[in-house]
């Protein structure tokens, strides 16, 4: 079956809707919205304490590190989410290939772990 481009038109259609929606808010909460400006309300604030010295400090890579190696398993982690709603459907064959996967994904956190990633000096 080939698909026309009437076929697209509730995508298109919502597309247009969703972008109009944001423009209409954006140019509503500018219009209305309140205009106080005042110099103690332009200073940062941030927990009741006053801001000193630089915020460019250097972190250590062992923060991002961590960060990226939470991403990384966490998205893995998604991917158990089809498989578990059709692990029925998918048979053995979608059980032997979520065993393989569940492999991979042990050696990697295995490997992280024989790295010390996730150690704090």
């Known amino acids: 079956m080939q698909s026309t481009n009437i076929d697209y038109l509730p995508i ?4 247009v809707f969703a ?3 944001v423009a ?3 140019f509503l ?12 309300k ?12 630089n915020a460019r400090i250097p972190f250590s890579v062992k923060y991002f590190l961590v960060a990226i190696l ?7 982690v998604i991917f158990l989410y089809p498989w578990a709603v059709n ?5 053995m064959d979608g059980l032997l290939k979520m065993f393989l996967f569940m492999g991979l994904l042990l050696v990697g956190f295995f490997y992280i772990i024989k790295k010390k990633a996730l150690e704090w000096e």
Do not use: T, W
């Open 24 to 26: 209409l808010m954006l």
């Open 42 to 53: 332009d200073a940062n604030f941030e927990c009741g304490i006053e801001s000193y010295g």
């Open 70 to 76: 939470f991403v990384l398993f966490d998205v893995e």
């Open 29 to 40: 909460s500018h219009f209305i919205g309140p205009r106080r400006k005042s110099q103690i």
């Open 12 to 15: 298109i259609m919502q597309m």
């Open 19 to 21: 972008a109009g929606f």
């Open 87 to 91: 692990f029925r459907d998918l048979g």
